[in-house]
């Protein structure tokens, strides 16, 4: 009878969910399409698109597409289609329904909220930009400094967002369902600064810089801030059925380091919360298997949360259920646990300090729990096994003074296999420990800790007191784990772009660069002085797609790849090795051995080192290795012989050793170098370009990084025959403006005529008889301008005619 009873029950509480997810649905789409356009607010909706995450934000305290107050499905900048979020882009797999900021504060007597939606109801929009021309949200980007939006950019796609919380009769400003009150506001304003990058290791999270910042005469006490992350995770081919509404939540609070060697890791300080679909819908075409998560990139060890909820909306209260603690029992007045509905219910779980268990675990928590409130059973046995769940990530308490201001950065994270078996929801709920087994947390955790390295880099003095943050000795190297406090935002840089100058010769252009800033450029991100090489460029325009690869100049260097006894099998050890250090550390014979190299020691015949015998070592060339000037590379050093300076910038060179180290504009000879490009078309314009590229990261993934194309490019235009291009006296054959001519020049016209064939500079010049008239062809040049010439010099000695 028993068992016929709970059968019954628990048929009847899946019917009233399906009926519940289907309602949620209806009330989802209403929300999403409904129009709420305002007539003066400066409601801008758009996403990040540059990695490999396609996130929604707004300025109105939303991320993601559908709880907007405008409710626009258009790209404010582009009108393009917008994705909520989409991981990877273009894939049709959305990770994200709604992310909401809250925040809460005691003024006086009185307990306040501000929401950016409801989350639930089709309200509580109450954060709001300003009419347009002064609340328009502002896009920048580092990519291309001839932008206009280059200049102040952080990351390769800025958006900043300004809005408040102050208006009460804006759009979706509702009454407080359960006090029956008007919206009083907190008297807010929020800048939100958020950054996204294109790196390989920067491209599955975007950062948010939150700056809160006081606009009343009052203090806000006990102040906390959150975010409401409502995923529905479903492939849109789902069309956001069924397949939304499967969602499990849950909370790490710290994690061993994936990015660490395995026998160095330490937990590394999360608190983040994260959603995925409960089983990836692995089984079908249409899969959602990676995870996404919500982690501050602040200090959260100093009393200032975190506190994490979850819960399970349902308009039926019996069904609307979230994890309660004994200690913090509260009834909402909604007959539910789950949903928080009015300010003092928003409060108190923005507040609560209480860290839920895991989705998964809900069946586990028994009637005698002395923690948690019991759950009920057959509900439970449904929610551990995923639905349409949310969650709340909030920090605090903070005090916020009148024109005082609190700056907040977190980070919206993706992570890639997650679900890696198909039937892992078998083991829920009655062996979530199992389930857990099969989930892969690794790329989560590892893009939540690049996250913090970019906000804020490791290893890096930002405000030069001293400090570079904190770091472990691993294998008797230092690894820097966290930054100095001070952001820095920035992701893995490409060295500086080289300083160019551009002469014009005739047919020919001849560029010249100094590579002293490119050449010691420190990336901060992976910190190490990483310069590989440079690539020479030549346009018929300055667009950054015209530019085509003329000349490469890459230092011959290695990777390196050792045998671990550990993992039984060969690591790729970071950076590379020039094949100086190689040889010096290597070879027998010492750093000069030039019979000793790399190569010689493949895979199938590595280096076992003498020294010691445990090291087994095997080397793999890297990049082009175009490093001999002039033959591997048609680059040239301009200054062969000249020695590295010991000094770091040419102010610092003595005087009297000024001749030895330096050009005579100032600049080090040893980093000057030019090449010569000819056969180009006389009087077309061109623009010239020299980068400068890295050798990127093996520990980060990260690719090679090129400063930008059009950064430093110059015009020039290649000289053409005739008056244009008669620059100096008729007879100067060779083309050295402003000389005489001399006997060099008739050396040059047997050439041209009878031995290389080769064009002098400039024709008009050279037509020494000005029988080509003002723009003379090379059938003109004869043996009567030899004749001419040799008047001038040794028997007439009369002038030669002007250029014309």
Same mark, same amino acid.
């Given at each position: 009878?028993?068992?016929?009873?709970?059968?019954?029950?628990?048929?009847?509480?899946?019917?009233?969910?399906?009926?519940?997810?289907?309602?949620?649905?209806?009330?989802?789409?209403?929300?999403?399409?409904?129009?709420?356009?305002?007539?003066?607010?400066?409601?801008?909706?758009?996403?990040?698109?540059?990695?490999?995450?396609?996130?929604?934000?707004?300025?109105?305290?939303?991320?993601?597409?559908?709880? /907007?107050?405008?409710?626009?499905?258009?790209?404010?900048?582009?009108?393009?289609?917008?994705?909520?979020?989409?991981?990877?882009?273009?894939?049709?797999?959305?990770?994200?329904?709604?992310?909401?900021?809250?925040?809460?504060?005691?003024?006086?007597?009185?307990?306040?909220?501000?929401?950016?939606?409801?989350?639930?109801?089709?309200?509580?929009?109450?954060? %709001?930009?300003?009419?347009?021309?002064?609340?328009?949200?502002?896009?920048?980007?580092?990519?291309?400094?001839?932008?206009?939006?280059?200049?102040?950019?952080?990351?390769?796609?800025?958006?900043?967002?300004?809005?408040?919380?102050?208006?009460?009769?804006?759009?979706?400003?509702?009454?407080?369902?359960?006090?029956?009150?008007? %919206?009083?506001?907190?008297?807010?304003?929020?800048?939100?600064?958020?950054?996204?990058?294109?790196?390989?290791?920067?491209?599955?999270?975007?950062?948010?810089?939150?700056?809160?910042?006081?606009?009343?005469?009052?203090?806000?006490?006990?102040?906390?801030?959150? !975010?409401?992350?409502?995923?529905? @995770?479903?492939?849109?081919?789902?069309?956001?059925? $069924?397949?939304?509404?499967?969602?499990?939540?849950?909370?790490?609070?710290?994690?061993?380091?994936?990015?660490?060697?395995?026998?160095?890791?330490?937990?590394?300080?999360?608190?983040?919360?994260?959603?995925?679909?409960?089983?990836?819908?692995?089984?079908?075409?249409?899969?959602?298997?990676?995870?996404?998560?919500?982690?501050?990139?602040?200090?959260?060890?100093?009393?200032?949360?975190?506190?994490?909820?979850?819960?399970?909306?349902?308009?039926?209260?019996?069904?609307?259920?979230?994890?309660?603690?004994?200690?913090?029992?509260?009834?909402?007045?909604?007959?539910?646990?789950?949903?928080?509905?009015?300010?003092?219910?928003?409060?108190? $779980?923005?507040?609560?300090?209480?860290?839920?268990?895991?989705?998964?675990?809900?069946?586990?928590?028994?009637?005698?729990?002395?923690?948690?409130?019991?759950?009920?059973?057959?509900?439970?046995?449904?929610?551990?096994?995923?639905?349409?769940?949310?969650?709340?990530?909030?920090?605090?308490?903070?005090?916020?003074?009148?024109?005082?201001?609190?700056?907040?950065?977190?980070?919206?994270?993706?992570?890639?296999?997650?679900?890696?078996?198909?039937?892992?929801?078998?083991?829920?709920?009655?062996?979530?420990?199992?389930?857990?087994?099969?989930?892969?947390?690794?790329?989560?955790?590892?893009?939540?800790?690049?996250?913090?390295?970019?906000?804020?880099?490791?290893?890096?003095?930002?405000?030069?007191?001293?400090?570079?943050?904190? !770091?472990?000795?691993?294998?008797?190297?230092?690894?820097?784990?966290?930054?100095?406090?001070?952001?820095?935002? $920035?992701?893995?840089?490409?060295?500086?772009?080289?300083?160019?100058?551009?002469?014009?010769?005739?047919? *020919?252009?001849?560029?010249?660069?100094?590579?002293?800033?490119?050449?010691?450029?420190?990336?901060?991100?992976?910190?190490?002085?990483? !310069?590989?090489?440079?690539?020479?460029?030549?346009?018929?325009?300055?667009?950054?797609?015209?530019?085509?690869?003329?000349?490469?100049?890459?230092?011959?260097?290695?990777? /390196? !790849?050792?045998?671990?006894?550990? @993992?039984?099998?060969?690591?790729?050890?970071?950076?590379?090795?020039? @094949?100086?250090?190689?040889?010096?550390?290597?070879?027998?014979?010492?750093?000069?051995?030039?019979?000793? %190299?790399?190569?010689?020691?493949?895979?199938?015949?590595?280096?076992?080192?003498?020294?010691?015998?445990?090291?087994?070592?095997?080397?793999?060339?890297?990049?082009?290795?175009?490093?001999?000037?002039?033959?591997?590379?048609?680059?040239?050093?301009?200054?062969?012989?000249? *020695?590295?300076?010991?000094?770091?910038?040419?102010?610092?060179?003595?005087?009297?050793?000024?001749?030895?180290?330096?050009?005579?504009?100032?600049?080090?000879?040893?980093?000057?170098?030019?090449?010569?490009?000819?056969?180009?078309?006389?009087?077309?314009?061109?623009?010239?370009?020299?980068?400068?590229?890295?050798?990127?990261?093996?520990?980060?993934?990260?690719?090679?990084?090129?400063?930008?194309?059009?950064?430093?490019?110059?015009?020039?235009?290649?000289?053409?025959?005739?008056?244009?291009?008669?620059?100096?006296?008729?007879?100067?054959?060779?083309?050295?403006?402003?000389?005489?001519?001399?006997?060099?020049?008739?050396?040059?016209?047997?050439?041209?005529?009878?031995?290389?064939?080769?064009?002098?500079?400039?024709?008009?010049?050279?037509?020494?008889?000005?029988?080509?008239?003002?723009?003379?062809?090379?059938?003109?040049?004869?043996?009567?301008?030899?004749?001419?010439?040799?008047?001038?010099?040794?028997?007439?000695?009369?002038?030669?005619?002007?250029?014309?």
């Amino acid at each position: 009878m028993k068992t016929t009873y709970k059968l019954a029950a628990l048929i009847t509480l899946v019917s009233a969910l399906i009926l519940s997810a289907q309602a949620r649905n209806s009330i989802d789409e209403t929300r999403a399409t409904t129009s709420r356009t305002a007539a003066n607010n400066a409601y801008c909706n758009t996403f990040h698109s540059i990695g490999k995450i396609a996130l929604g934000v707004s300025n109105d305290g939303t991320i993601g597409t559908n709880l /907007a107050v405008s409710g626009s499905s258009s790209d404010c900048f582009t009108n393009a289609q917008l994705p909520s979020c989409e991981f990877p882009k273009e894939s049709g797999s959305n990770y994200l329904f709604g992310g909401v900021l809250w925040v809460g504060a005691i003024v006086g007597q009185d307990t306040l909220v501000s929401t950016g939606a409801d989350g639930w109801s089709t309200s509580g929009n109450e954060f %709001h930009p300003e009419e347009f021309g002064i609340g328009d949200m502002i896009h920048r980007s580092n990519i291309d400094p001839s932008k206009p939006w280059f200049e102040g950019a952080i990351s390769q796609e800025d958006y900043i967002a300004v809005y408040y919380d102050t208006c009460t009769t804006c759009f979706g400003v509702t009454n407080d369902p359960i006090d029956r009150r008007g %919206h009083w506001p907190l008297g807010l304003k929020v800048t939100q600064s958020s950054y996204a990058w294109s790196h390989s290791y920067a491209e599955d999270f975007v950062i948010f810089d939150y700056v809160f910042e006081s606009m009343v005469s009052w203090t806000l006490n006990d102040m906390y801030i959150g !975010f409401y992350i409502d995923a529905d @995770i479903h492939n849109i081919a789902d069309g956001g059925g $069924q397949g939304a509404q499967d969602d499990i939540s849950g909370f790490i609070q710290e994690w061993d380091s994936p990015l660490l060697p395995e026998n160095c890791r330490q937990p590394h300080v999360l608190g983040m919360g994260w959603s995925a679909d409960n089983d990836g819908d692995m089984d079908e075409s249409i899969s959602v298997k990676s995870v996404t998560g919500l982690r501050p990139l602040f200090d959260i060890t100093s009393g200032v949360g975190p506190s994490f909820n979850w819960w399970i909306s349902n308009g039926n209260a019996s069904l609307d259920f979230g994890p309660m603690k004994w200690e913090t029992l509260r009834d909402f007045g909604t007959g539910g646990t789950g949903t928080p509905e009015g300010d003092r219910n928003k409060y108190h $779980q923005l507040s609560n300090g209480s860290i839920d268990y895991d989705q998964a675990y809900v069946g586990t928590i028994g009637a005698l729990d002395p923690v948690w409130l019991p759950p009920p059973v057959d509900g439970a046995q449904i929610w551990a096994a995923g639905l349409d769940t949310r969650y709340l990530l909030s920090f605090g308490p903070f005090t916020l003074a009148p024109g005082e201001s609190l700056n907040l950065p977190f980070a919206y994270v993706a992570g890639e296999d997650f679900h890696t078996v198909s039937d892992n929801t078998q083991n829920l709920p009655n062996n979530p420990d199992a389930y857990y087994d099969n989930l892969g947390f690794s790329d989560l955790i590892s893009n939540a800790i690049l996250a913090e390295w970019v906000y804020d880099n490791p290893g890096i003095d930002t405000d030069s007191d001293g400090h570079k943050g904190e !770091f472990v000795l691993c294998n008797g190297d230092t690894i820097w784990t966290k930054g100095d406090g001070i952001p820095d935002r $920035q992701a893995g840089l490409a060295p500086a772009a080289p300083t160019v100058e551009a002469e014009a010769l005739s047919a *020919a252009i001849k560029v010249t660069w100094n590579g002293h800033g490119s050449e010691t450029s420190f990336d901060p991100f992976s910190r190490e002085f990483d !310069f590989e090489g440079y690539k020479v460029y030549l346009a018929t325009d300055p667009r950054h797609s015209s530019f085509s690869e003329i000349a490469v100049y890459d230092i011959e260097d290695f990777s /390196a !790849f050792r045998y671990s006894t550990e @993992i039984g099998d060969w690591e790729q050890l970071n950076g590379v090795y020039p @094949i100086r250090d190689l040889r010096c550390l290597y070879s027998p014979w010492g750093c000069d051995d030039v019979r000793w %190299h790399p190569l010689q020691f493949p895979r199938s015949d590595p280096f076992v080192w003498p020294a010691d015998v445990d090291t087994v070592i095997y080397w793999e060339q890297y990049g082009p290795n175009t490093a001999e000037f002039g033959l591997e590379t048609p680059v040239l050093k301009s200054f062969p012989e000249a *020695a590295k300076p010991p000094y770091s910038s040419p102010a610092e060179v003595p005087v009297d050793s000024a001749a030895l180290y330096l050009t005579e504009d100032g600049l080090f000879k040893y980093y000057q170098y030019e090449l010569t490009m000819e056969n180009l078309i006389r009087g077309e314009e061109y623009w010239v370009s020299v980068t400068a590229y890295d050798f990127g990261s093996q520990i980060l993934n990260a690719q090679p990084l090129e400063s930008a194309r059009a950064a430093n490019a110059v015009n020039v235009t290649p000289l053409v025959a005739g008056s244009q291009c008669c620059v100096g006296q008729r007879g100067n054959v060779n083309g050295l403006g402003g000389e005489k001519p001399t006997v060099a020049d008739i050396s040059a016209l047997v050439d041209l005529l009878f031995m290389t064939g080769t064009l002098p500079p400039c024709l008009g010049e050279a037509d020494v008889n000005q029988s080509g008239g003002y723009d003379p062809v090379p059938a003109d040049i004869s043996v009567g301008d030899i004749g001419a010439l040799v008047d001038h010099l040794f028997i007439t000695g009369e002038p030669l005619p002007d250029c014309l």
